[in-house]
């Protein structure tokens, strides 16, 4: 009998000594993020709460298809995705959540509230519900293969327009937003920044120029680093990450002036999480001044990243005065900086899906003809005129807005979805058929 007892005790205790808590991410971040920072949560939360931590680290491919997956979860429990933490993405991504009503409130310790500033260059750092919190800022600009752009005896780009530039043909590399949140909110700016008319003349040229869509955000870095393409739109600590590993002699970054934003990157809590207790110490600890210094470091400094430079503006105050010479060099300070644009956020929220899919109609699944027609404008002379046919819309901005209140509706979707795409095709086969 005490033997029996024994084992069960062993048991017992081999059990508690198994078990551990328990979180689960859902992010588009690259590898490296989860690579940095998953680890080094683990041994905080071990030091801290005396208790280990199990990771489970949930990425469907993109910010897009990140809400799709748990858009779907939601549809089937109400209640719960299953899902504790969604990370990463940008705003107009948390914008779309809060708006299903698919976040929950989250309030910081009053220490830590204390170096979260609400606004950086004008921008909310939160969510005024404390739903939603920046853990990095991003900006987006142009990715370049310096040594390629010299060989070509072309001039290195520092703007938008210069993506529609026709010497650019086959240089450039781009990644489908219908899958990629970063391309998405390129391409919000560009249409912001722009115009509704000219920022789809540029869209079209800069598809035009494009070599192939990709899935991923990161594969357009990847060709520009290999030489397969000599720029990208990039979002900035993909860029600054490989500038600071390869050096500025090869590779290069422009923000387009008074053209770009300055975008949040937060993490959120999601509805009935149900690890809740360790999802607030996860955000409690990644806002915090000694985790965000993970950002902001260079690879191997104390405190900073371990394996590869991350790049990224950190959003707590403590943390640029704790870093103050110790920086990586390319990172700026967001909360001194003002030359950014402003963008309507809840405009960009609300076209999203259907701007991604009108994107997707007209210069991705129709890029084989739009390329045809494209070089047989560039052979004529790249007349304004021809671009400004090519670039011709199905729709204004006004009526996007008012079909994004019916684009829950699959059946109206695909419908919509399959009349620009033969609007694409005739456009673009009328173009690439003459000859001026």
């Known amino acids: 009998m005490r033997l029996k007892i024994l084992a069960l005790l062993v048991s017992l205790c081999s059990a508690e000594a198994l078990a ?22 683990k041994q905080y939360y071990k030091d801290q709460f005396k208790a280990d ?22 549809s089937t429990n109400a ?28 309030t910081p310790s009053a220490a830590l509230q204390k170096s979260l500033p609400e606004l950086a260059a004008g921008v909310p750092m939160y969510d005024k519900s404390r739903t939603w919190y920046a853990t990095a800022m991003s900006s987006f600009g142009i990715f370049y293969n310096k040594r390629l752009i010299s060989l070509e005896k072309l001039a290195e780009p520092k703007t938008w327009e210069d993506l529609a530039n026709p010497r650019f043909l086959n240089k450039i590399s781009l990644a489908d937003p219908r899958h990629s949140g970063s391309a998405g909110s390129m391409n919000t700016i560009i249409l912001q920044s722009l115009g509704w008319d000219k920022g789809w003349e540029v869209l079209t040229a800069q598809g035009g120029n494009n070599r192939q869509w990709t899935h991923s955000s990161s594969d357009p870095i990847k060709a520009v680093v ?28 422009a923000l387009p002036e008074g053209k770009t934003v300055l975008d949040p990157d937060p993490a959120a809590i999601l509805k009935g999480a149900p690890n809740r207790k360790v999802a607030e110490r996860f955000m409690e600890w990644v806002l915090g001044a000694d985790a965000q210094a993970i950002l902001v470091l260079p690879k191997g400094a104390a405190g900073g990243p371990r394996q590869e430079a991350l790049a990224r503006m950190a959003v707590n105050t403590e943390t640029y005065a704790k870093t103050d010479g110790k920086r990586i060099e390319s990172i700026i300070n967001p909360f001194q900086q003002k030359n950014f644009l402003k963008i309507d956020n809840n ?25 045809t027609a494209w070089e047989r404008i560039i052979k004529n002379g790249a007349k304004p005129a021809d671009l400004a046919e090519l670039a011709k819309m199905p729709v204004t901005e006004a009526e996007l807005i008012t079909l ?12 919509t979805i399959n009349k620009w795409v033969a609007f694409a095709r005739a456009k673009y086969q009328k173009l690439g058929g003459s000859t001026h």
């Open 226 to 253: 290999a030489g397969d393409a000599s720029i990208a739109p990039a979002i900035d600590f993909y860029a600054m990450a490989k500038i600071a590993d390869l050096g500025k002699d090869n590779l290069g970054f």
């Open 20 to 41: 551990a808590d328990k979180l689960v991410i859902i992010s588009p971040h690259r590898k490296s993020i989860q690579e940095e920072y998953i680890p080094v949560f």
């Open 404 to 415: 994004a209140a019916k684009w829950d509706d699959n059946v109206f979707r695909n419908e």
């Open 53 to 74: 931590l199990e990771v489970d680290w949930i990425d469907q491919g993109g910010t897009s298809n990140d809400l799709r997956f748990i858009s779907s979860k939601f």
């Open 347 to 371: 405009k960009a929220a609300t076209l999203k899906r259907p701007l991604d899919d009108l994107i997707g109609a007209l210069l991705i699944d129709t890029h084989k003809d739009l390329k």
């Open 79 to 106: 209640k719960t995705s299953g899902v504790d933490i969604f990370w990463g993405g940008g705003t107009a991504a948390f914008l779309e959540l809060q708006r299903d009503k698919l976040l929950d409130k989250f």
